[in-house]
């Protein structure tokens, strides 16, 4: 089959690999029709997460038809078209009986540092992922879900990881009515975390990037301020002042490790890697949030230290919720919210690429090129 080729930082390429087998009575053998890139891909592609091993296939955002099921398979039938959540879950440990499927303590050897992830590292389980013709999903009882005949397939496989990471960071949040809340990062998650805050009643939702066509995408999309930091002396400085001096009420990253905005952090965490990442979001976020706010982290690090003003954390008296999204638990209401028409995921697609072709859309999608917001990848035989 075809497949994404892991070849190290900044290479990738389509090669063929063995079709997935069966290789537990759970196991689920899915026929990919799309795959998404997504921004946390980048991290992998740029060499920032441990263990990620050459030879590997991403792709943690994917949906697709069942083509073979294990014995033991009880909800699935084959030619089931599924939504597949990025965590790989097996809804018996204590933390997904407590609907936290992100954290599972079963299906990753590392589980003290993450639950399994579909195509994210032997860090996160060492799962191949979807960016592929065909993948093997373990506990196919648990995580997959059918598609409702009424969705597009283009909304339902941004049900698998963006909708549900940027919902559940607005969640995180505890946004009261009224809030203004400030979201760094306008990539796919920072839009969605956007356009969710409204659902939870904000009063005020700002984004900060540095990028124009995305700030002037994310302020279309999710009806909100959008500003561009490299145009202020400080972002925590002009947050301040655009609060009466009391900061926001909730701040989000959504941006992680490969933030940009400090020569420091972008030296240490993304050249040299003497930490995990570069922290210059979350230090904004935590510098101009208010006293006793909340600050809601779903931008991803690598283990394991990042240089964080937690001394600033303590003084203030924030609230700092940070999670992998649940997407299992959350479907239920994101499903609700598009057939009601509050969210329109598949408007932030701005490419679609062949599986032949994800070199190139890696290059164009890390170097922020043509405009790209949320690329998309379509196997052979899902074109035919």
């Keep these: ?53 050459v030879g590997m296939t991403f792709g943690h955002e994917f949906i697709g038809v069942v083509e073979e099921i294990g014995s033991s398979v009880q909800n699935l039938s084959v030619g089931d078209n599924v939504i597949v959540p990025f965590n790989v879950a097996c809804g018996k440990c204590a933390f997904c009986k407590q609907g936290l499927f992100g954290n599972c303590h079963e299906s990753n050897p590392e589980a003290t540092a993450v639950g399994g992830i579909f195509g994210y590292s032997h860090t996160a389980g060492g799962y191949d992922g979807g960016q592929a013709e065909f993948v093997r999903v373990p506990y196919a009882d648990v995580g997959p879900t059918i598609i409702p005949d009424w969705m597009d397939h283009d909304d339902a496989v941004l049900l698998t990881d963006v909708v549900p990471t940027g919902y559940q960071a607005a969640e995180m949040g505890g946004i009261k009515k009224g809030d203004t809340v400030v979201v760094f990062g306008a990539g796919p998650v920072g839009i969605m975390a956007a356009k969710s805050a409204w659902l ?27 500003y561009n930091f490299r145009s202020m002396e400080d972002p925590v400085l002009f947050i301040k002042k655009t609060t009466d001096w009391f900061g926001a009420d909730v701040c989000i990253d959504a941006v992680g490790g490969d933030a940009a905005g400090s020569a420091l952090q972008t030296i240490t965490g993304r050249k040299l890697m003497i930490q995990a990442g570069s922290a210059t979001a979350l230090h904004w976020a935590i510098n101009s949030v208010k006293k006793g706010g909340i600050v809601s982290i779903v931008g991803v690090y690598g283990p394991t230290d990042n240089l964080v003003p937690i001394g600033n954390v303590v003084n203030k008296g924030i609230t700092i919720r940070a999670n992998q999204a649940s997407v299992k638990r959350l479907l239920p209401k994101l499903i609700d919210h598009i057939q009601a028409g509050r969210l329109n995921p598949k408007e932030i697609i701005t490419h679609r690429v062949p599986l032949e072709e994800v070199s190139d859309a890696y290059h164009i999608f890390s170097a922020k090129l043509d405009n790209c917001i949320k690329p998309i990848l379509i196997p052979p035989s899902a074109r035919q």
């Design 1 to 53: 089959m075809l497949a994404m080729n892991y070849r190290g930082p900044f290479r990738v390429r389509a090669a063929q690999k063995p079709y997935p087998e069966i290789l537990h009575p759970g196991d689920a053998i899915v026929r990919v029709t799309r795959s998404c890139i997504c921004g946390s891909d980048l991290h992998l592609y740029h060499g920032l997460v441990p263990d990620t091993r």
């Design 200 to 226: 939870f009643g904000a009063g005020r939702v700002i984004v900060i990037d540095h990028l124009e066509y995305r700030l002037d995408f994310v302020k279309k999309y999710a009806q909100c301020e959008a």
